[in-house]
């Protein structure tokens, strides 16, 4: 097993062992409390009231533990603490949305939507509890990935005739993305914000990790390219009396083409880069090369099917924000298996496109089709193993708030993509993960309509600033070397975590 894959594997476990453990502390009606223990012992929704978690009453017990909640009073007398509106905009207010709008410009250099960074703000300096703040983080990234596309969408490869963003690896990607975002809505919504914060830093120092590791041994390698190239300059042959560098091929050392992922059998990876030889190959390649050149409008047809999936499984179910529209009451049969429907069908259709892709790259393989620097081989391996691991992006992006570019920047890079089409497939990526969850937390109930329409500007001009003054999505093509780049997207996680 690769080393990507063994350390998720125990990434996932660890995961699963809080799940459970978060179970047993999910605060419940009527469970026994102390007052100095209140947060902990019935979340910022319940107050505690002789010995046992109750409703509140009155706004003077909710601010005795959350200085800006007040009780939402309501007909059936379920009162609950709230956090309160946008306006009267306080100091906390305005602080806040000054820093989300420089941390997302940051942020976004990297190929990550800004919403870690956002999470640890809103509830150390806005009085939200993380509960609260993870809905309000996924309603600012979805406005910074508008942003984004707009600006990535025209961009060509840089070495391609094709679009920068690479839409077949974001078809195989997403999918399981958005089952991930279903699973991480549910955690959020019964975790206590203790655990939030426990796997929010597990999964950055994880990333973070990684991400470092990647751009160290990438750079070692670059600066050795950079040696010979060097030492070839410093040569001059002088032929009939004029000074001229001699012509040597020097192999690009940054990245092997094409880029089979690590632990994937060469034999499934193997390309040949001979020139077809017959008018019949040649055709078959100009065909090829003319679908890449375009969007493929059908592998985005099933992303938006399989959005829509998840979306309108998620209006079946209701929740707390917007009724059932068929009448199904939470936790009884039919609830848990439209909550478990989407699963069989995206998994269905995640080794339908990898096949595809497989198949796509076995006939380029034949045509003697010549790869680009930066181009993935898709392997019977990796078409499992890379979408699996981008479910664990989803949960993150559901339960923690953070960006589904913050996983999945590092799976692309590992797989040896170009530094520039990363950042633009990641900002495509996110769209899909940052809307399902957006909307997933307004059926629940969990997002307040006046902050997260609020945020949602700042997420767009963050995005914008960072486009215009702090280079934003410019900063991949400006760097000089891959390994930059990558070390730059390590550096913006590790901030995120002493945020924290």
């Keep these: 097993m690769a080393?990507?894959?063994?350390?998720?594997?125990?990434?996932?476990?660890?995961?699963s062992l809080l799940v459970g453990v978060s179970?047993?502390?999910?605060?419940?009606?009527?469970?026994?409390?102390?007052?100095?223990?209140?947060?902990?012992?019935?979340?910022?929704?319940?107050?505690?009231?002789?010995?046992?978690?109750?409703?509140?009453?009155?706004?003077?017990?909710?601010?005795?533990?959350?200085?800006?909640?007040?009780?939402?009073?309501?007909?059936?007398?379920?009162?609950?603490?709230?956090?309160?509106?946008?306006?009267?905009?306080?100091?906390?207010?305005v602080w806040t949305s000054f820093c989300a709008i420089v941390l997302g410009a940051l942020a976004a250099g990297g190929g990550i939507g800004g919403g870690g960074a956002l999470v640890p703000i809103l509830v150390l300096v806005d009085g939200f509890t993380p509960a609260g703040a993870v809905p309000l983080s996924k309603a600012f990234i979805l406005g910074a990935s508008l942003v984004n596309l707009h600006h990535f969408y025209p961009k060509r490869h840089p070495t391609a005739d094709r679009p920068l963003i690479d839409y077949k690896t974001a078809a195989l990607f997403v999918p399981t993305q958005l089952l991930g975002t279903q699973i991480g809505v549910m955690c959020n919504r019964i975790w206590p914000g203790w655990l939030i914060t426990v796997c929010l830093i597990v999964f950055l120092s994880f990333i973070t990790k990684k991400t470092y590791k990647k751009a160290m041994d990438l750079h070692a390698v670059e600066s050795r390219a950079s040696d010979v190239q060097s030492e070839t300059q410093r040569l001059i042959v002088k032929e009939d009396g004029v000074a001229r560098r001699p012509r040597v091929y020097t192999p690009d050392l940054a990245r092997p083409s094409p880029s089979a992922p690590k632990g994937s059998e060469s034999s499934d990876a193997t390309s040949s880069h001979t020139p077809g030889s017959t008018a019949a190959n040649s055709e078959g390649l100009q065909a090829i090369l003319k679908r890449e050149a375009q969007v493929p409008w059908e592998d985005m047809k099933v992303l938006a099917g399989v959005w829509v999936l998840v979306v309108f499984v998620s209006l079946l179910r209701g929740g707390e924000g917007s009724g059932s529209v068929v009448g199904v009451r939470c936790g009884t049969f039919v609830y848990w298996m439209l909550y478990l429907l989407p699963f069989p069908i995206v998994g269905a259709v995640v080794l339908v496109m990898g096949n595809k892709l497989k198949q796509l790259h076995t006939k380029k393989d034949l045509l003697g089709y010549t790869y680009h620097d930066g181009d993935v081989v898709w392997t019977a391996d990796s078409i499992v193993n890379y979408p699996a691991m981008c479910t664990l992006a989803g949960f993150g992006s559901g339960a923690l708030g953070i960006g589904g570019g913050t996983v999945t920047s590092p799976l692309m890079l590992h797989l040896n993509m170009n530094a520039q089409v990363v950042a633009a497939t990641a900002s495509f990526m996110i769209l899909f993960t940052s809307s399902?969850?957006?909307?997933?937390?307004?059926?629940?109930?969990?997002?307040?309509?006046?902050?997260?329409i609020w945020f949602m500007l700042m997420g767009s001009c963050s995005a914008a600033l960072g486009e215009k003054c702090f280079c934003g999505a410019h900063l991949y093509s400006r760097c000089s070397r891959s390994s930059q780049t990558i070390l730059v997207h390590g550096m913006a996680t590790q901030k995120l975590i002493s945020l924290v």
């Design 3 to 15: 080393s990507w894959q063994h350390s998720f594997a125990i990434l996932i476990a660890f995961l």
């Design 23 to 93: 179970w047993a502390a999910y605060p419940q009606l009527g469970k026994s409390c102390r007052s100095d223990t209140q947060e902990h012992d019935c979340s910022a929704q319940l107050v505690c009231l002789k010995g046992s978690c109750e409703f509140c009453q009155v706004d003077a017990q909710c601010k005795e533990t959350f200085s800006k909640y007040v009780c939402d009073i309501q007909d059936n007398h379920e009162n609950t603490c709230q956090h309160k509106g946008l306006f009267p905009m306080d100091s906390g207010d």
């Design 436 to 452: 399902s969850t957006t909307f997933q937390f307004m059926i629940m109930g969990v997002l307040m309509p006046s902050y997260a």
